[in-house]
């Protein structure tokens, strides 16, 4: 009888030093499932410690990744902005560079000297700024001329590789929505609009347990496009954060991609940044009310703090 009871006290025993366990598990398992996004660059703001500057770049975490979206356009500046926020870009597990624009770009020097191996995803376009490789055969060729009058002697390599404006850069190209990590995906598309046409943008998506998080650079390609896409099959859009591309579209075009966002695509919450215009963040903020984020330069986001 005295060795059974032993038995069932040091059963009580491990309980009750389990169970504590069970919420620290939980909680860590909530932060891991929430994505946060740091405004590192942008042209307005509320941080004293940070410069403001026309463009965009966002350092973007969710379940152990780090993800840098974009790069500003000085690199002065965004190393200053990156030491006053306290980010340490040697530990990042990728790049995102949204597309060959100087303002997401322009940064990107100061990135390479910090973490010079880093993978870089970035759009893949003919002759782009981030190197392209053609098949030997995209050329037509002349068999009549002389071997000193054709292209490689006339013997061509099986790909004719096209140098980037950074060289050494671990660039891997992207034409196809592309994941990078679990639940979290490039979605890529190609702009059709005047001053941008053929113009490849990429978008970061993140697929949460709450729906999908999209972090847009300039949304060049159309954001309701972007919206449309990213959400397509995956549940509700959770929250949009980046540059929209209205600061130079008129109140009716504004007015348009509001109801979009709001009505049609049902959007539930925006962080509207960079080139999406004052006229547009004013639309949508009283559009989207207390669902409307707050999201200048220095600025963290995070969903844990995102009511239903």
């Known amino acids: 009888m005295a060795i059974r009871c032993k038995s069932i006290s040091l059963l009580l025993l491990s309980?009750?030093?389990?169970?504590p366990a069970a919420p620290a598990a939980l909680a860590e398992d909530a932060i891991a499932q929430r994505v946060q996004i740091t405004v590192l660059y942008d042209a307005f703001g509320n941080t004293p410690a940070m410069q403001k500057d026309w463009g965009y770049s966002a350092l973007v975490e969710y379940n152990g990744?780090?993800?840098?979206?974009?790069t500003g356009n000085n690199p002065d500046v965004l190393a200053h902005n990156v030491q006053?926020?306290?980010v340490d870009l040697s530990k990042?597990?990728?790049?995102?560079?949204?597309?060959?624009h100087g303002d997401h770009?322009?940064?990107?020097?100061?990135?390479?000297k910090i973490n010079p191996h880093v993978k870089i995803y970035a759009p893949k376009e003919g002759f782009g700024v981030y190197?392209?490789?053609?098949?030997g055969t995209f050329f037509r060729k002349d068999a009549s001329l002389p071997a000193d009058q054709r292209y490689f002697g006339g013997d061509p390599p099986d790909v004719v590789r096209f140098g980037s404006a950074w060289p050494g850069a671990n660039f891997q190209l992207v034409d196809r929505n592309t994941e990078v990590a679990p639940n979290i995906q490039l979605v890529t598309l190609v702009s059709d609009k005047p001053g941008t046409l053929e113009l490849r943008e990429l978008s970061l998506a993140i697929q949460t347990p709450d729906g999908v998080v999209l972090v847009v650079g300039?949304?060049?390609?159309?954001?309701?496009?972007?919206v449309e896409l990213a959400g397509s099959g995956k549940g509700p859009i959770r929250l949009v954060a980046g540059g929209l591309?209205?600061?130079?579209?008129?109140?009716?075009?504004?007015?348009?991609i509001v109801s979009a966002l709001h009505d049609t695509l049902k959007v539930q919450y925006v962080a509207p940044g960079h080139c999406t215009g004052e006229p547009a963040f004013a639309a949508l903020r009283k559009a989207y009310g207390d669902h409307y984020l707050y999201a200048g330069v220095g600025t963290s986001l995070t969903t844990a703090s995102l009511t239903h």
């Open 218 to 226: 300039c949304s060049h390609p159309g954001i309701d496009k972007i």
């Open 65 to 70: 990744k780090r993800i840098l979206f974009d």
């Open 105 to 112: 770009m322009g940064g990107l020097a100061y990135v390479l």
């Open 245 to 256: 591309h209205l600061v130079i579209a008129g109140d009716q075009d504004i007015e348009k």
């Open 131 to 135: 190197g392209a490789d053609l098949p």
């Open 15 to 19: 309980l009750l030093v389990l169970l």
């Open 92 to 100: 990042l597990d990728c790049v995102v560079m949204s597309h060959r």
């Open 84 to 86: 006053a926020k306290g």
